[in-house]
């Protein structure tokens, strides 16, 4: 079975904190993203990635960065954690070779008072 | 600019009653349309359809797709109160990315 897994299914940060989300997939997926989910604006992706070290920006890249320095693992980092970026937190991962299904992991519900 | 509509954006329907979740999409290059279904959870997923008039089928789930028409649905017959989740629409286009639609909220009563 393919598994995603996030490091954290909880987090509370406050204003201006720099915030680590990590995600880990175990299938040798050459693609990764960073999606956020808010009520009634479904996913919008963030950032993607299709490669170790390589990086595109998504729909609504302003605020955070990643990083890819292993295939299996690509980070979401909000250098100065605002309050508008709470939000639940999503990573996938996808492989053109099996036809570019994403999978999902269970998602980061982060909380920036 | 790829665009999704999901439509309709909520349904409350009870068990036993069969729904038709509708996603028309405008994406350049089209190369895929993926179906998820969501529940307190991360999105999982449903069916991949790429060809236009060929029926996926899944138990109660059923999905197809118009590449002329451009658009897809997804119907549930005899809806039972498991499938009460938000449906996720996805095509995708020559970026091999999926443009995500809002959502169908679904909610079956017993």
């Known amino acids: 079975d393919v598994k995603v897994t996030q490091s954290s299914r909880y987090l509370v940060k406050r204003t201006g904190e720099k915030v680590f989300l990590e995600c880990v997939q175990d299938?040798?997926?050459?693609?990764m993203f960073w999606y956020r989910q808010d009520p009634g604006l479904g996913l919008r992706l963030i950032y993607f990635?299709?490669?170790?070290?390589?990086?595109e920006k998504g729909d609504i890249p302003e605020g955070y960065s990643v990083s890819r320095e292993k295939k299996e693992r690509f980070s979401l980092i909000l250098e100065s954690a605002s309050t508008n970026q709470t939000s639940m937190y999503l990573c996938?991962?996808?492989?053109?070779?099996?036809?570019?299904?994403?999978?999902f992991g269970p998602g980061t519900r982060l909380t920036v008072t | 600019e790829d665009k999704v509509v999901q439509s309709p954006l909520s349904l409350v329907v009870h068990e036993g009653d069969t729904v038709t979740l509708n996603c028309s999409y405008e994406?350049?290059?089209?190369?895929?349309l993926l179906w998820y279904k969501q529940e307190k959870k991360a999105p999982t997923f449903l069916f991949m359809l790429?060809?236009?008039?060929i029926e996926k089928k899944s138990g109660r789930l059923s999905s197809i797709l118009d590449k002329k028409e451009l658009f897809s649905i997804l119907n549930i017959t005899a809806t039972q109160t498991g499938d009460s989740a938000i449906y996720l629409c996805?095509?995708?286009?020559?970026?091999?990315?999926?443009?995500f639609g809002r959502g169908t909220s679904l909610i079956v009563h017993p």
């Open positions: 996938a991962s996808s492989s053109y070779e099996k036809g570019n299904e994403q999978y």
């Open positions: 299938m040798d997926h050459e693609n």
């Open positions: 990635s299709y490669d170790v070290k390589m990086k």
């Open positions: 994406v350049t290059n089209f190369r895929s």
């Open positions: 790429t060809s236009s008039g």
């Open positions: 996805a095509p995708s286009g020559g970026s091999y990315i999926p443009t």
